[in-house]
């Protein structure tokens, strides 16, 4: 997995609760993303990276917000967990935007 | 809208066969064509890739197949084995500091 490691890899939480899900890597890649993977939608990005402290929205990114404080840890919290945002969620990297790398993934589940 | 959309869903098909996975696209802009490969329980890691410079691009049992004036792409596995089973995604990204946009995803499952 490129040296991105995924913390925790499963939780189960609550309606309404704060999680932050943790990407690491170790490669020091420039760009840094998260997906969340759901049957029938495939990978749909949520936020991404481009350097420390520089951050844009992908396609689903309400709810979500992300961090970026030094280049190998990219954070996603979800505020207020909601139950339509269980899901897996993969983060990766890239050097470049043309290759990405994944993570191993985090199972969430919000009940 | 959906940028990139992939077909089929799902597909079965039988040891030594040739499955094929198809994507089209609309954004003319897109420059840059990638193939994931997904295991259960894994991240997808990236299989192949093509521009639309050239029309085919193989590597090993994969090909890309590329049809600029059609803006379609597909993906072809020679000789397919158990162990290609696996949900595959293509994607697709214009130059510049944009991501990729992946496709819905097709799982495969090559039976012995």
């Known amino acids: ?111 | 809208q959906q940028q990139v959309k992939q077909s089929p869903q799902s597909l079965i098909v039988q040891k030594g066969g040739i499955p094929i996975i198809n994507c089209a696209y609309e954004n003319t802009a897109f420059d840059y064509f990638p193939w994931y490969q997904q295991f259960p329980g894994k991240g997808p890691a990236l299989l192949i890739a093509i521009r639309p410079d050239v029309s085919e691009k193989k590597e090993g049992r994969f090909t890309i197949s590329f049809n600029k004036s059609a803006k379609q792409f597909s993906l072809h596995i020679m000789d397919s084995q158990p162990g290609d089973s696996a949900t595959y995604f293509c994607a697709a990204k214009e130059s510049g500091n944009t991501p990729l946009v992946f496709g819905k995803g097709t799982r495969l499952s090559v039976i012995a």
Request: proline residues 4%; hydrophobic residues 25%; contains cysteine.
């Open chain 1, 1 to 111: 997995d490129a040296g991105i490691t995924q913390s925790p890899r499963h939780k189960v939480t609550e309606t309404g609760t704060p999680v932050t899900l943790r990407c690491h890597q170790t490669e020091n890649h420039r760009y840094m993303y998260w997906y969340r993977q759901d049957p029938g939608h495939g990978l749909r990005l949520i936020h991404y990276s481009y350097g420390v402290k520089d951050t844009d929205k992908g396609e689903v990114s309400d709810g979500y917000s992300v961090s970026r404080s030094k280049t190998e840890d990219f954070l996603l919290t979800l505020e207020s967990a909601t139950s339509s945002q269980t899901s897996v969620y993969f983060c990766a990297t890239g050097a470049i935007h043309n290759e990405q790398f994944f993570g191993p993934g985090t199972r969430l589940t919000v009940l």
